[in-house]
């Protein structure tokens, strides 16, 4: 669905990448910059993609959390921003989406970007209440943010 959409939206309205300062694509081989050398463009992409390889190396991390220590159901994740975050991988999307609402500038990363946000930063919350429920006094002494480090 994400797909059909942003298409369609860069089809329809993405004019602003056929060139900065044109509207076509004739004018942006006439001395037009290019929608890629942009500043907004290249940090974009370049969030996107540690934002990705992030999410990769977390869901890396959960995935081979099992077996627990002392044959415990559920253990602590240790490594990587869940060193500093409950949620690692949570954020590790976000930054993943921020830099692809950067890179698209439009309507359609932003909206991305938002839906995640609503979603993952109350999941956040639960997820760090669950684990402060389940492990207590252990879980408390590392002293990890919710979603961002050292702010929430």
């Given at each position: 669905?994400?797909?059909?959409?942003?298409?369609?939206?860069?089809?329809?309205?993405?004019?602003?990448?056929?060139?900065?300062?044109?509207?076509?694509?004739?004018?942006?081989?006439?001395?037009?910059?290019?929608?890629?050398?942009?500043?907004?463009?290249?940090?974009?992409?370049?969030?996107?993609?540690?934002?990705?390889?992030?999410?990769?190396?977390?869901?890396?991390?959960?995935?081979?959390?099992?077996?627990?220590?002392?044959?415990?159901?559920?253990?602590?994740?240790?490594?990587?921003?869940?060193?500093?975050?409950?949620?690692?991988?949570?954020?590790?999307?976000?930054?993943?989406?921020?830099?692809?609402?950067?890179?698209?500038?439009?309507?359609?990363?932003?909206?991305?970007?938002?839906?995640?946000?609503?979603?993952?930063?109350p999941r956040s919350a639960s997820t760090h209440q669950w684990y402060l429920?389940?492990?207590?006094?252990?879980?408390?002494?590392?002293?990890?943010?919710?979603?961002?480090?050292?702010?929430?």
């Open positions: 669905m994400h797909a059909h959409l942003n298409a369609r939206w860069y089809a329809e309205y993405g004019t602003h990448l056929l060139g900065v300062g044109g509207s076509s694509s004739k004018e942006n081989t006439k001395g037009g910059r290019s929608w890629t050398s942009t500043w907004c463009f290249r940090i974009g992409v370049t969030l996107y993609y540690l934002g990705l390889a992030s999410v990769i190396y977390h869901d890396h991390i959960m995935r081979t959390l099992r077996p627990c220590p002392n044959d415990a159901r559920y253990c602590i994740p240790h490594g990587g921003l869940f060193e500093y975050v409950t949620a690692g991988n949570y954020l590790s999307e976000l930054v993943m989406w921020a830099g692809f609402a950067s890179a698209s500038w439009g309507p359609n990363g932003a909206f991305i970007f938002l839906i995640s946000a609503a979603n993952l930063v429920n389940n492990f207590p006094g252990e879980y408390e002494v590392l002293e990890r943010g919710r979603l961002l480090p050292g702010i929430w």
